[in-house]
């Protein structure tokens, strides 16, 4: 039903930039929470910036003011812009479609689909 395929992934040095693309095939990308996840061997996943279907954001405290999720619904893509990047970013990077749910107060995105990942190298 859904098909993610991410890409921007590369190799930056320490204070560099990178935006990360996903493209989304499948019905519907507009109706779709959508965000970025990333997970390293050994390592558990963690959430790194989310956008709903009505445009509204929320970020791990890790790149709040330094990365920026947005949605382009006309081209079925979803993007990170991640700037001022740090060796610790460094990872798997994942584009995840699901529904919007709320915990404790906090909402989120589910990662009910997942693409292949694309790889963030970070060096200082």
């Known amino acids: 039903q859904v098909h993610l395929v991410e890409s921007g992934g590369g190799s930056v040095q320490a204070g560099g930039s990178l935006r990360l693309s996903c493209l989304f095939s499948g019905y519907s990308f507009s109706g779709y929470c959508m965000g970025w996840f990333r997970q390293a061997p050994g390592s558990r996943r963690k959430g790194v910036a989310v956008?709903?279907?009505?445009?509204?954001?929320n970020y791990d405290d890790s790149v709040k003011g330094r990365f920026i999720v947005s949605r382009d619904n006309a081209r079925n893509t979803l993007y990170l812009k991640m700037n001022t990047l740090e060796p610790n970013d460094t990872d798997t990077y994942y584009c995840?479609?699901?529904?919007?749910?709320?915990?404790?107060?906090?909402?989120?995105?589910?990662?009910?689909?997942w693409g292949q990942g694309t790889q963030v190298t970070v060096s200082s």
């Open positions: 995840a479609a699901g529904g919007r749910v709320m915990t404790s107060g906090i909402w989120w995105c589910k990662d009910d689909y």
């Open positions: 956008i709903d279907s009505d445009g509204n954001v």
